[in-house]
């Protein structure tokens, strides 16, 4: 079919009640060139093997939405094409049945908000989620609950929030866009106002790496794009689950179990030779409280860093391919790392 056969059986489609409107269904195409073109401008290939384009087809064959127009199906909740539309990678399903699904891990340690949190997560995802709550009566800590909830998980990706936020509609499918195989993908962070439980509006986005190897807010990102980002906070960020394993988890005790989730997993996509990015285009409004429900030792944070510092140095993090200069470089200048 050509691109102006495309467009006029879509005016037609448009005619009839059932279906979006022409400019919807033009709306709905931009969107998706706008994905595509953006993910080949950071280097991701958009070819679907035969395997998965037999079974978006098989999905939408099945599906109650699916109408003909001019012999021809299309999907009468968005208006696509379902011939021309499961061949393109960055082609989402509006009704998530293409998705793989995401499973998210949230920490509960008296959480005030996690109803709540809970709520949003659900009502503003697009595709399959799982929600897994690992509960932390005895203080064991972010980093062991979290392995826990990992390990519970039966999604391809793997979506770590805390329990006091609101998140965006759409950012599942929006996050997982681009991740790639090696990939983490961060949300732009934002304040929650405690007594609306309203997101505040600020913009919390790239983060760097001091010469400590400890996580600084840094620069501020352009609305709705994806960046590069050198490093993360320990909120709102997704990877696939076979890559959370394969770099072994969090790391656990003897080490902090609280804190500088950011540096950790920074260094670990990175040096590993995947990419970290910030996709501001899904926002997680987190309450930053004024005093944490959780005992963190000062100590073993610092104990964590040098910890963090030496293994990277000895090129012994899981799969490390690259030195820490090598990333420094890669996003120089870098504060505190002049000389």
């Known amino acids: 079919m050509s691109f102006l056969d495309e467009i006029k059986d879509a005016y037609k489609a448009s005619s009839l009640p059932e279906f979006p409107s022409f400019e919807r269904m033009g709306v709905n195409y931009i969107k998706t060139v706008g994905v595509y073109v953006l993910r080949k401008s950071l280097g991701f290939s ?46 989402r399903c509006a009704l998530g049945k293409w998705e793989e699904m995401v499973s998210v891990i949230i920490p509960n340690r008296a959480e005030k908000y996690i109803d709540r949190t809970v709520q949003s997560v659900k009502e503003n995802a697009i595709g399959p989620i799982e929600i897994i709550i690992e509960d932390d009566p005895d203080g064991l800590g972010n980093k062991v609950i979290r392995n826990r909830g990992a390990k519970k998980a039966k999604g391809e ?4 929030v805390d329990g006091h936020c609101i998140m965006t509609k759409g950012w599942d499918v929006q996050l997982k866009a681009f991740c790639g195989e090696k990939d983490l993908v961060q949300c732009r962070l934002d304040g929650i106002n ?10 919390y986005d790239h983060v760097y790496l001091n010469k400590d190897l400890k996580e600084k807010w840094w620069n501020k990102g352009k609305d709705n794009s994806v960046e590069e980002l050198m490093c993360l906070t ?76 030496q293994t990277i140095l000895d090129k012994k993090l899981p799969l490390q391919i690259y030195s820490i200069d090598w990333l420094v470089d890669k996003f120089k200048p870098v504060p505190t790392w002049d000389n």
């Open 46 to 91: 958009d070819k679907l093997s035969e395997e998965e384009i037999q079974r978006r087809l098989a999905i939408c064959k099945a599906c109650e939405h699916i109408k003909y127009v001019n012999g021809k199906p299309r999907c009468h909740h968005c208006g696509c094409n379902m011939e021309v539309g499961v061949k393109y990678f960055n082609k």
């Open 157 to 160: 990706y793997l979506f770590f």
């Open 194 to 203: 405690e007594d609306t439980w309203t997101p505040l509006g600020n913009k």
């Open 234 to 309: 320990g909120c709102g960020f997704l990877l696939r689950r076979k890559r959370f394993f394969e770099l072994g988890g969090y790391y656990e005790e003897p080490h902090t179990q609280w804190g500088s989730d950011g540096p950790e997993w920074g260094c670990k996509i990175w040096l590993s030779g995947g990419r970290c990015f910030l996709h501001t285009g899904v926002v997680c409004a987190h309450l930053f409280r004024k005093q944490s429900p959780f005992l963190i030792n000062g100590n073993k944070v610092t104990e964590f860093h040098n910890f963090l510092k």
